[in-house]
């Protein structure tokens, strides 16, 4: 089946998702757009020559009218961020990015799922379904869909148990003010401290999981990456490339990512990460998973942070 998938913004996330979908079998077109058009060229002729070696595909560098007929649309524009600095300290100059590329890019494929993954990314989800007059469906921020990889990484290692095995997310805002809602934390459909119960019974020596230690693990770890090497793009790729599979499989999935708050768990007008079912016909809905008062609490606290931040900008 012909799928086709458009990138804007030929960064360093934007090019690796366009080089990640060049080796899978989810597109059969891709469109890399940047206001650099020279980078995009560059990134799709070094792409392009890796592609021999797999079935064919066709990967281009345009203009927004090549993203017509699009299937997805990936939206990674905006200022990377910097070492010590916060995803919401980016956030008007992104908004305007944000803004100025909106009626270019649904003008040429209105139809389109778009997956928003520029930071901080839930206000950019905000922004993105106020502004372009799509239907909320056709719009999911990439969230704490990263976050949520981090974190079963992060049991994984402690359990030395498959992530396969995990179910458990991170909510709220991709930022500082996600929590875990450890209530709903599985291995293998048992609850997570009932599992580590099951280990220090067989080895007495077995560790608890540090709750704290593990949210501040999945909030920093993005920070360190970037401290390191200058910059995220392998994680957060794979899970965009994750969200465009689901959006094109035979029928949803349930995963962590942002979308409009319309009265769920009584918050609303704003967009944050909690259990959304996508698939193809984009964002259907959300599921109301049980949360305790204080996680609830916790969402609330996200939610406000956002709107604070929504006060203050430009739309």
Not at 135 to 160: C, K, M, V, Y
Not at 244 to 253: D, E, F, Q, T, W
Not at 289 to 299: C, P, Q, S
């Amino acid at each position: 089946m012909s799928r086709k998938i458009t990138i804007i913004g030929a960064g360093s996330v934007g090019s690796t998702i366009a080089y990640s979908l060049s080796s899978t079998d989810i597109a059969s077109e891709i469109v890399l757009i940047d206001v650099n058009k020279k980078k995009a060229e560059g990134e799709v002729l070094d792409i392009a020559q890796g592609t021999c070696f797999r079935n064919p595909i066709s990967i281009i560098s345009g203009e927004y009218e090549d993203a017509k007929d699009s299937d997805i649309v990936i939206i990674t524009s905006g200022i990377a961020r910097k070492p010590g600095q916060t995803r919401i300290e980016l956030t008007q100059t992104n908004v305007e990015i944000l803004k100025s590329i909106t009626p270019e890019i649904v003008a040429a494929a209105p139809n389109a799922k778009y997956i928003i993954v520029s930071n901080p990314v839930d206000i950019m989800t905000y922004v993105f379904t106020k502004v372009s007059g799509l239907p909320e469906s056709q719009i999911i921020g990439s969230g704490t869909s990263l976050d949520t990889a981090r974190l079963r990484t992060g049991i994984s290692d402690h359990f030395n148990v498959a992530m396969k095995n995990i179910h458990a997310y991170v909510f709220g805002e991709h930022g500082d003010t996600s929590f875990i809602p450890w209530s709903a934390a599985l291995v293998s459909g048992m609850h997570v401290d009932e599992y580590y119960e099951l280990m220090k019974s067989r080895n007495s020596d077995f560790p608890a999981i540090d709750k704290d230690a593990m949210l501040e693990y999945v909030q920093k770890s993005g920070g360190t990456i970037i401290a390191n090497k200058g910059a995220t793009f392998y994680a957060v790729s794979m899970s965009v490339i994750n969200l465009c599979g689901v959006l094109v499989s035979a029928y949803p999935s349930i995963t962590t990512v942002s979308t409009m708050m319309h009265g769920e768990y009584g918050i609303d007008d704003v967009c944050l990460s909690t259990l959304n079912l996508v698939g193809p016909d984009g964002a259907i809905g959300k599921l109301p998973m049980k949360l305790t008062d204080e996680e609830i609490g916790k969402l609330h606290a996200s939610a406000d942070a956002l709107k604070a931040v929504i006060k203050q900008i430009n739309l």
